[in-house]
């Protein structure tokens, strides 16, 4: 607790995700934002990948997909498997950008991501992308 107040990006997001599981601590979406925030400003991909989870189930902050998106992205141009994951979900489900949502796809399979290699399929499957385009 010491070190997350001092500042310690690792000791914040590890705050951050202690109260968002309640592993430890009373499970406190507000607070695990809170904290996730902090450590997220600081460049840690976790604690950027989780507060998109929050944003994007409105847990602890108001429900914003813009938000989301903002910091899986920031996450993902860091090499985070989770957020390429999520942000080729995203791209795929709900902006129905398949060229996008395969590049990130193919960013998290690249790094052994199997459901991220087996959404990439999908995509050719069902002729969402055509075989050839930017493989």
Not at 25 to 46: C, G, I, K, V
Request: hydrophobic share 40%; charged share 20%.
């Amino acid at each position: 607790m010491i070190a997350a107040e001092n500042g310690h990006p690792e000791a914040q997001y590890e705050m951050g995700r202690m109260l968002m599981n309640g592993d430890g601590l009373p499970q406190d979406y507000d607070e695990a934002a809170r904290w996730f925030r902090l450590s997220a400003e600081q460049d840690t991909s976790w604690a950027q990948c989780n507060l998109g989870i929050l944003y994007a189930n409105g847990l602890g902050v108001p429900q914003n997909w813009g938000e989301t998106v903002k910091w899986w992205h920031l996450a993902a141009a860091q090499g985070h498997l989770v957020s390429q994951f999520n942000l080729g979900q995203w791209y795929s489900e709900y902006a129905q950008d398949f060229e996008i949502a395969a590049e990130f796809y193919r960013q998290a399979a690249t790094q052994g991501h199997e459901r991220a290699a087996r959404e990439l399929e999908s995509l050719y499957q069902e002729g969402k992308l055509l075989r050839g385009e930017r493989e």
